[in-house]
């Protein structure tokens, strides 16, 4: 049961971060675009009553960790102390069988995204953890009084910009997923556009999100 629950929440992960979504080589922010609010604290669960916890909490020593390290953008390991640490994993489920991600609020003009990269997942399969490379991948972010709303931007609302050549991103296309290879400031200039634009967001992952 352990390993069933431990290989079901590295599915979760993989179809809530994966193709679905718009994925990225790099990340939507520099340090100067990075915000904290404690609004996005706690134990959440969707409205809907899915047993999925997302827990998220500040922890300072991620950013001593950074510093301690080698780093570059290319790495993605931009030091910082806004980073975010969110467990994602099923109600009950045990300690091993979250994944983790590093979780960044990116304040854009006046809206607010969320870069999530992951850091580590329950994986039983050694062969098939080689092959999987970690992305970039954003949302917006509406705080409520009593909650939150995140939107994931839609894989499929991408390629058809793409594909009636109405934007210009470097990008990588291998006819299965769109990787975007723009740095941070081509990514921002693309969000900041259509960040308002209802259809750049799918309704399939859009989570509204309650205290646990």
């Given at each position: 049961m352990m390993k069933k629950r431990a290989f079901f929440i590295t599915l979760l992960g993989l179809c809530?971060?994966?193709g679905c979504t718009v994925l990225s080589f790099y990340p939507l922010f520099t340090e100067n675009e990075l915000v904290k609010n404690d609004q996005l604290l706690g134990k959440w669960q969707s409205i809907n009553g899915d047993t999925v916890i997302w827990e998220i909490s500040f922890k300072d020593s991620i950013w001593m960790e950074k510093m301690n390290s080698p780093f570059d953008l290319g790495s993605k390991e931009i030091p910082n102390r806004?980073?975010?640490?969110l467990n994602l994993y099923l109600k009950g489920a045990p300690e091993e069988a979250k994944a983790e991600?590093?979780?960044?609020?990116v304040k854009l003009g006046d809206q607010t995204f969320l870069d999530f990269y992951p850091v580590n997942w329950a994986m039983q399969n050694t062969i098939l953890a080689f092959h999987l490379m970690r992305v970039h991948t954003f949302s917006k972010v509406e705080f409520?009084?009593?909650?939150m709303e995140i939107k994931w931007f839609d894989s499929e609302w991408l390629e058809g910009l793409f594909a009636n050549n109405r934007v210009r991103i470097r990008h990588e296309n291998n006819g299965a997923n769109i990787l975007l290879t723009a740095k941070p400031e081509e990514l921002q200039k693309?969000?900041?556009?259509?960040?308002?634009?209802?259809n750049a967001y799918s309704e399939d992952l859009t989570y509204n999100l309650s205290r646990y």
């Open positions: 809530i971060f994966s806004f980073t975010y640490t991600f590093h979780v960044h609020l409520h009084e009593n909650g693309f969000i900041l556009k259509y960040g308002n634009d209802k």
